[in-house]
């Protein structure tokens, strides 16, 4: 299983940017699909995730009403949509996938809980 996560770059405070996760060796229309972020210095943070159908998202409240996950089965591609970008998201982004959904919202921002991940794409937001 291979994830590969691309169209980090620079961008000015209140500008947008898409992030695509790339999906192989596994079905995506069959694994959730989340993204977390790192900031330098900081611990890894949950951004949010989307169900295996595409149906369901959750977001992290510092995400909330700006950010939005899709995912597109059939190329086996997942999106992270990023609006209204502040200096303070600025981090590696990174998504991760597995299998199935958990029953609470606090085991799915959990990253232990996800066993693919990608390598990373840096966002950098400039005020």
């Known amino acids: 299983v291979q994830l590969q996560a691309s169209g980090g770059g620079l961008v000015q405070a209140g500008g947008s940017l898409r992030l695509s996760c790339v999906a192989s060796?596994?079905?995506?229309?069959?694994?959730?699909m989340a993204w977390f972020r790192q900031a330098p210095g900081k611990e890894r943070e949950f951004v949010g995730y989307?169900?295996?159908?595409?149906?369901?998202?959750y977001y992290s409240a510092s995400v909330k009403g700006r950010f939005t996950i899709s995912k597109d089965n059939a190329k086996n591609t997942g999106y992270l949509h990023m609006n209204s970008l502040k200096p303070e998201d600025t981090a590696v982004y990174y998504c991760a996938t597995r299998g199935l959904s958990l029953a609470s919202a606090r085991a799915m921002a959990s990253g232990g809980n996800y066993p693919y991940w990608g390598q990373g794409t840096l966002v950098t937001v400039s005020s």
């Open positions: 989307i169900n295996h159908s595409g149906g369901s998202t």
């Open positions: 060796g596994l079905t995506l229309g069959s694994y959730v």
